[in-house]
């Protein structure tokens, strides 16, 4: 059996289990205490939609094409996708999607799962996983902008968001149910996607306030993030005062994270793997706030990955550098299944075991690339964007095109020691070019290989300037009671 859990917008730099101040993440550490820890892993992309595509396809965003909030991956990248090849393979599959940009029908896979749970939170929005179930085009357009002023008004009407709908039992009850009912004499695929700590950030009592007492962002109005650059002109108070906010949300999705990972391994038995991890993170520093545009920091693409083994009982820190496209042939491995030439993710098995101490030296110095391409159209060649590429102890960043944010400063290459610069306060470009001009190359060589137009390979029913794909099928059904 396999399990997933994705877990939208956590950061490993404010996990506990990798070292932050505050208990942020009791139980995940408990989890990990009989897991694999990768230290070193990475998200392909710094927001929802290119994240969890290159979880679920293996496939980096540069290859996969979902750039857009609205897009999904090119067709081909979806049929040799994760869920694809387990559906074929004989297992049942099942999602629950909180956020609806980690909705499965929304990123064009919905084919290939037999049960779905979707929209648990019910955000006033076009661009849900129920409607794309329906209708292919439900979400590119309603990033059209007529359709999100229209949703904006009628969120005031309807007074606002609740947090409350942010409930993580509303994802991990329904699976619960589900796995109950599922037939576990055979091979079980479960994904299921948290919201929190996604913003805003007030959580429930009794986490609210427990890492700062001040009665300041106690709601959801007042504990929304600065997007982007706009973090720059906010006091460092306030700054400080969110992240406790978001620090005490991280507590409040790790309770009922831990508690559904005890639950289903007590349905599903030790014949299973467990993956947890994350979508992106979240900044607040750099006066550079929450996810997405071009701010490819640590603290936003410095994510969790913890694989349990089957029958594993011994806890590994691994100093692998992972990335999210290894997820899946990782667990194709463990299925019996062969990885498909197209993906461009590596098997973390090998640094899984206890035996191996997480170590292989295959993977130790393996690059790990990151990027944001979300201001180029996504079957163009890629020319405006960011991409990060992390090297051992060094990290690139490199800009390309021209970039539009509110409130953006010149933006010049930057090369990071995070051995002695954890936090990227200094730019040693100019102080190891031949450093810089190495990781340069890299980013270079995979743009020649994959940031070439993908016009031939588009569906030409589709305006390459569109933001969507025909959808593989339908989508799964809904469970009775249990979906919208």
């Given at each position: 059996h396999i399990l997933l859990l994705t877990i939208d917008a956590l950061s490993a730099e404010h996990m506990s289990l990798y070292g932050a101040a505050r208990p942020t993440t009791p139980k995940l550490s408990a989890f990990a205490d009989s897991a694999t820890t990768f230290d070193r892993a990475y998200a392909n992309a710094n927001f929802t939609t290119p994240g969890v595509a290159s979880i679920l396809t293996g496939t980096r965003p540069w290859t996969h094409r979902a750039l857009q909030l609205p897009s999904w991956p090119d067709l081909e990248a979806r049929r040799v996708s994760?869920?694809?090849?387990?559906?074929?393979?004989?297992?049942?599959?099942?999602?629950?999607?909180?956020?609806?940009?980690?909705?499965?029908?929304?990123?064009?896979?919905?084919?290939?799962?037999?049960?779905?749970?979707?929209?648990?939170?019910?955000?006033?929005?076009?661009?849900?996983?129920?409607?794309?179930?329906?209708?292919?085009?439900?979400?590119?357009?309603?990033?059209?902008?007529?359709?999100?002023?229209?949703?904006?008004?009628?969120?005031?009407?309807?007074?606002?968001?609740?947090?409350?709908?942010?409930?993580?039992?509303?994802?991990?009850?329904?699976?619960?149910?589900?796995?109950?009912?599922?037939?576990?004499?055979?091979?079980?695929?479960?994904?299921?996607?948290?919201?929190?700590?996604?913003?805003?950030?007030?959580?429930?009592?009794?986490?609210?306030?427990?890492?700062?007492?001040?009665?300041?962002?106690?709601?959801?109005?007042?504990?929304?993030?600065?997007?982007?650059?706009?973090?720059?002109?906010?006091a460092d108070a306030q700054v400080q005062l969110l992240a406790a906010r978001y620090d005490e949300s991280v507590a409040y999705a790790d309770y009922y994270a831990g508690d559904f990972l005890q639950r289903a391994l007590q349905l599903l038995g030790d014949n299973t793997v467990v993956v947890v991890t994350a979508d992106h993170g979240e900044s607040f520093r750099h006066g550079y706030g929450a996810h997405t545009g071009p701010g490819l920091f640590d603290e936003i693409i410095h994510v969790p990955l913890i694989i349990k083994l089957p029958g594993q009982s011994q806890g590994v820190r691994s100093q692998a550098t992972a990335e999210q496209v290894d997820i899946a042939p990782t667990l194709a491995q463990l299925a019996g299944i062969s990885a498909p030439p197209e993906w461009e993710g590596r098997s973390l098995l090998a640094a899984c075991t206890p035996a191996a101490g997480g170590t292989d030296p295959a993977l130790i110095d393996k690059p790990a690339f990151s990027m944001n391409f979300e201001q180029n159209p996504r079957f163009s060649r890629l020319a405006n964007g960011v991409v990060a590429v992390v090297s051992g102890h060094w990290k690139l960043v490199h800009y390309l095109g021209q970039l539009h944010y509110p409130q953006m400063p010149p933006l010049q290459d930057a090369l990071f020691d995070l051995a002695v610069d954890p936090a990227e306060s200094v730019n040693v470009a100019a102080a190891q070019p031949a450093i810089a001009a190495q990781l340069r190359a890299l980013i270079d060589d995979q743009l020649a290989q994959h940031g070439r137009a993908l016009d031939d390979r588009a569906d030409p029913r589709v305006n390459v300037q569109q933001q969507s794909h025909p959808l593989d099928g339908t989508g799964a059904r809904d469970g009775a009671g249990l979906g919208t």
């Open positions: 994760l869920p694809a090849l387990l559906h074929q393979a004989g297992y049942q599959t099942a999602y629950v999607s909180t956020n609806a940009a980690a909705g499965a029908s929304k990123n064009g896979l919905g084919g290939y799962f037999d049960f779905a749970s979707r929209d648990r939170i019910r955000d006033l929005n076009l661009c849900t996983d129920s409607l794309s179930a329906l209708f292919k085009y439900a979400c590119p357009i309603a990033a059209m902008p007529f359709f999100g002023q229209l949703v904006t008004y009628a969120d005031r009407l309807h007074g606002g968001r609740d947090t409350a709908h942010y409930d993580p039992r509303l994802a991990t009850e329904p699976a619960l149910t589900w796995l109950q009912q599922a037939d576990r004499s055979k091979p079980i695929f479960l994904w299921v996607h948290l919201f929190p700590p996604h913003s805003p950030y007030a959580a429930p009592p009794p986490w609210l306030g427990s890492f700062d007492a001040s009665t300041g962002a106690r709601d959801v109005a007042h504990s929304e993030p600065h997007w982007g650059f706009e973090l720059g002109r906010v």
